[in-house]
């Protein structure tokens, strides 16, 4: 081989090597360009219209400042831990209740009192409010053991022995507090009951023509129904109060998301010392009259609630 044939050979060989190299190199840089593309290839960092604003990588400084500022994973904010603490916790609702009184009738005759219940009263009957709708709160502490505050009212008309009219209403009203225990589940339904105590406010409504001491109502409808009392005198029946304790039962339906349905049943043991006495002219002029009006009664009832 000459001198001239080796030579172009040998520049030849170092063509065929630079091509593959150069070849080597550019199939690296591709597949480098496609597992971690450029700032100017990344949709990140394309060119965006003239006027909008485009996006920069974030620098390493920016990194350590997000770091220092908050966490990785952002915790619940402290309302947003008390509202999911509060969850199901806090029941505000409304109930329609009606009762019925347990002791209606006193059929003996007590001589040495001279009485019934008192005096001739010897019959009570259910006094119902026509709108007889009464709000409640429930609070749940625990899961299972919590509390109930409600408000109501029972009224108890009396009738007399004699003729069977009536002299007036005994009312009772005020906050009735329970401590509470239900039974959570996964169904719709979620009974519950309870003890407490009820704080009652007792008083006596008496009848106009009564209370000013006329012997009859038709005579005082027929004398004009005056407010001037008859004589001087006054007819007055006095109370005490009328705390007692009650138990209950019922159980809420869930209707939909925090609506529910409630059901209720209670029975409440309840009476009110009571004094009758006439009076001239604000002089006591009888022996006061002292008896025990029981306003013990069954109350169901039937409603709505919402939990917090």
Not at 118 to 140: C, H, K, M, T, Y
Not at 182 to 193: D, F, L, S
Request: aromatic share 12%; glycine share 8%; proline share 6%.
């Amino acid at each position: 081989m000459t001198k001239n044939t080796r030579t172009m050979c040998f520049l030849a060989t170092v063509v065929i090597l630079r091509f593959g190299v150069v070849q080597i190199v550019c199939a690296a840089e591709t597949a480098e360009r496609e597992r971690c593309p450029t700032p100017t290839e990344s949709p990140l960092f394309r060119a965006v219209p003239l006027g909008a604003k485009a996006f920069s990588r974030p620098s390493l400084d920016d990194g350590i400042k997000r770091s220092l500022v908050a966490p990785a994973s952002t915790p619940f904010s402290a309302s947003d831990q008390w509202r999911e603490w509060l969850g199901d916790r806090l029941t505000l609702g409304a109930r329609y209740t009606s009762f019925t009184l347990k002791d209606t009738r006193h059929e003996t005759y007590d001589a040495e009192r001279s009485s019934y219940f008192l005096g001739s009263i010897n019959e009570l009957r259910e006094d119902r409010d026509s709108f007889s709708v009464r709000p409640f709160l429930q609070a749940w502490p625990l899961a299972w053991l919590g509390a109930e505050l409600t408000w109501d009212r029972v009224a108890a008309r009396t009738i007399t022995a004699e003729d069977g009219h009536s002299d007036g209403v005994f009312v009772a009203s005020g906050p009735m507090l329970g401590l509470a225990a239900r039974w959570p589940n996964a169904t719709r339904a979620t009974p519950y009951a309870g003890v407490g105590h009820c704080f009652f406010d007792v008083s006596f409504e008496a009848e106009p023509w009564w209370a000013l001491a006329y012997s009859d109502e038709a005579i005082w409808v027929e004398m004009g129904c005056p407010d001037v009392p008859r004589g001087s005198r006054r007819r007055v029946i006095e109370t005490n109060g009328g705390s007692g304790f009650f138990w209950y039962v019922g159980c809420a339906l869930r209707l939909y998301q925090q609506w529910s349905l409630d059901v209720y049943y209670r029975r409440v043991s309840v009476e009110t010392d009571a004094t009758f006495s006439v009076r001239q002219r604000g002089t006591l002029i009888t022996e006061p009259l002292h008896g025990v009006i029981p306003l013990g009664h069954s109350a169901w009832g039937v409603g709505v609630s919402y939990s917090f």
